[in-house]
C-alpha cells in the first residue's frame, strides 16, 4: 500500500499539520504502509516531522503557491509514482485532494478522521451534521484522496538529521496569468493554545471587554492560556487568534475551565479532546455540563476569583 503524504514545509503550520496527518495514520492502522513525503519548499529541506511509519522516500518540488501550479505538479507526481492514497492537511488541502480526485477520476473526502483499506475500497469515517454524527462512506475508485480533520494533537517532533530528499523536476508549471503580483507578510504570532496544558475558556456570560481583560491577568496567574467562544470574538472582547470550536482551534490541554459558556456544538468540538473539563455556570441546566467531567454551578467571576487566589 503506497501512500504519498503532501505538505507545505513553508507554511508557518507545518509541524502542527504534519502532527494532525501523523494521529490520522494512527488512528486508522496505516503506520505500516508504504509512506513518501511530498513537500512544497523553496529549498532543500533541513529538518522534518517523525512520523509514526517509515518513511521510505522524501521528494520536494518548489512551486508558486497558486492552486493551478500545485495541482499541474501533483498530477505529474501522482502519475510518476503512482500511490493509491494521497494525503492532505488543512483547508488549502482539501481543496487540493478533491480538485485532483475530479481530474484523475479518483475519489475524494474531506475531514477525514479515520481510513480503513478493504481490498479495493476505502471506508473512511468523518463527522457530519456539525459533529452530531458519525458516518462511513466508501471509496470505491482509485487514487483516494483525503485531507484530515483537524485535532487537537500538539506538533510532532523533528526528525534527527541527515536529510536525504529527492527532487522533483515538474515537466512545466501553469504561470497564473492572473496574478500580476503578490508579497508575503508574516502574521503575528498565534496565542499557543494548541501547546497549554492548561485553558480558560470563557463564554459570552463574560459579560464586556473590561471583564475578558481581568480574566486574562487571572488566566496568567493560574498558568492557562486564556481562549474564547464565538460571541466573545465577534464582540470584540478578544483576539481572534484565541477563538476555539468549529472555526478555531482544536484543543487537548490538560484541563480546561468552560467559564460562562452555553456548550453550543461548534464550540464542544473546540475542548471535546481536553483531558479534563471543568465547567462554570449560572444555569444549572446549560448544555456545557453534559460535556463536563465537573460542574460548578455559580458566578464564573467569584469561582474564577477564588480558583486564582489559590495557585
Known amino acids: 500500500m503506497n501512500i504519498a503524504i503532501v505538505l507545505d514545509a513553508d507554511a508557518p503550520g507545518f509541524y502542527a499539520r504534519a502532527g494532525q496527518i501523523n494521529h490520522f495514520l494512527q488512528s486508522s492502522e496505516l503506520t505500516t504502509s508504504n509512506l513518501e513525503l511530498w513537500l512544497f519548499s523553496r529549498a532543500a529541506p533541513e529538518s522534518l516531522p517523525q512520523l509514526c511509519g517509515l518513511v521510505a522516500q522524501i521528494r520536494w518540488v518548489t512551486v508558486p503557491r497558486l492552486a493551478e501550479a500545485r495541482l499541474a505538479v501533483l498530477q505529474q507526481m501522482q502519475q510518476a509514482f503512482a500511490p493509491r492514497l494521497l494525503l492532505f492537511a488543512d483547508d488549502e488541502g482539501a481543496e487540493l485532494a478533491t480538485r485532483l480526485a475530479c481530474r484523475s477520476g479518483g475519489s475524494a473526502c474531506s475531514a477525514v478522521e479515520q481510513a480503513q483499506i478493504r481490498g479495493a475500497a476505502c471506508r473512511v469515517t468523518k463527522a457530519v451534521y456539525g459533529n452530531h454524527l458519525s458516518a462511513e462512506l466508501t471509496m470505491v475508485r482509485e487514487p483516494w484522496y483525503l485531507s484530515v480533520a483537524r485535532s487537537g494533537i500538539a506538533n ?32 503575528p504570532e498565534a496565542a499557543p493554545l494548541h501547546q497549554a496544558r492548561y485553558v480558560l475558556a470563557i463564554g459570552e456570560g463574560v459579560g464586556s471587554a473590561q471583564n475578558v481583560a481581568h480574566l486574562q491577568q487571572l488566566a496568567i496567574r493560574m498558568g492557562a492560556e486564556l481562549a474564547a467562544s464565538r460571541p466573545v470574538v465577534m464582540n470584540a472582547w478578544c483576539e481572534m487568534d484565541r477563538l476555539l470550536g468549529m472555526s478555531g482551534a482544536i484543543i487537548a490541554p490538560e484541563v480546561c475551565l468552560a467559564a460562562g459558556v452555553s456548550g453550543a456544538p461548534a464550540f464542544a468540538i473546540g475542548i471535546g479532546q481536553s483531558k479534563l473539563i471543568v465547567a462554570i455556570n449560572q444555569d444549572p441546566q446549560a448544555a456545557i455540563f453534559a460535556q463536563a467531567d465537573v460542574g460548578i454551578v455559580g458566578d464564573m467571576h467569584e469561582v474564577l476569583q477564588a480558583l486564582a487566589s489559590v495557585c
Request: net charge negative.
Open 156 to 187: 510532532v517532533d523533528r526528525l534527527p538529521g541527515p536529510i536525504e530528499a529527492e527532487r522533483f523536476e515538474p515537466v512545466a508549471i501553469p504561470v497564473g496569468e492572473w496574478v500580476l503580483a503578490s508579497s508575503c507578510e508574516p502574521l
